[in-house]
């Protein structure tokens, strides 16, 4: 799995690439393929890196549940509240991504705090 997703990043890299190559030395609509990867790739990467990021809260977030334990004490809140089947799960993958989105968050600000704390005693300008 770990190859495959590796091997697909590898892609999405050079896709450009690829669109470049096709447009110059391609005719007809092997050009036009080129020029569409050319201007589609900035797209697909912005897409990827949205979907990459949720993707990254969520996973972050549901190990952080379950290493604390939240997810079980949830489960059985949302039980008791008569809550299951789709919703249940759901409501666990909002939880997990609101967890991952707030590790997150926290994670930022003591990076951006040691770094502005670090320029200080180095004292260069923050940028």
């Known amino acids: 799995m770990t190859a495959m997703i590796y091997g697909l990043v590898a892609g999405l890299v050079?896709?450009?690439?690829?669109?470049?190559h096709l447009q110059r030395r391609g005719r007809g609509a092997l050009a036009t393929l080129g020029r569409w990867l050319i201007d589609g790739t900035?797209?697909?990467?912005?897409?990827?890196?949205?979907?990459?990021?949720?993707?990254?809260?969520?996973?972050?977030?549901?190990?952080?549940?379950?290493?604390l334990?939240?997810?079980e004490q949830l489960e059985g809140w949302l039980h008791a509240q008569h809550v299951a089947g789709p919703l249940l799960h759901?409501?666990?993958l909002l939880a997990s991504g609101a967890m991952?989105?707030?590790?997150?968050?926290i994670a930022y600000a003591l990076i951006s705090g040691a770094r502005w704390a670090w320029t200080r005693l180095r004292g260069q300008p923050a940028s």
């Open 42 to 67: 900035p797209v697909l990467m912005r897409i990827v890196s949205f979907v990459g990021t949720v993707a990254m809260f969520l996973v972050g977030g549901g190990i952080l549940m379950h290493g």
């Open 90 to 92: 759901v409501v666990e």
């Open 69 to 71: 334990h939240l997810s």
């Open 14 to 20: 050079k896709l450009d690439d690829l669109g470049l």
């Open 100 to 105: 991952g989105a707030v590790a997150g968050g």
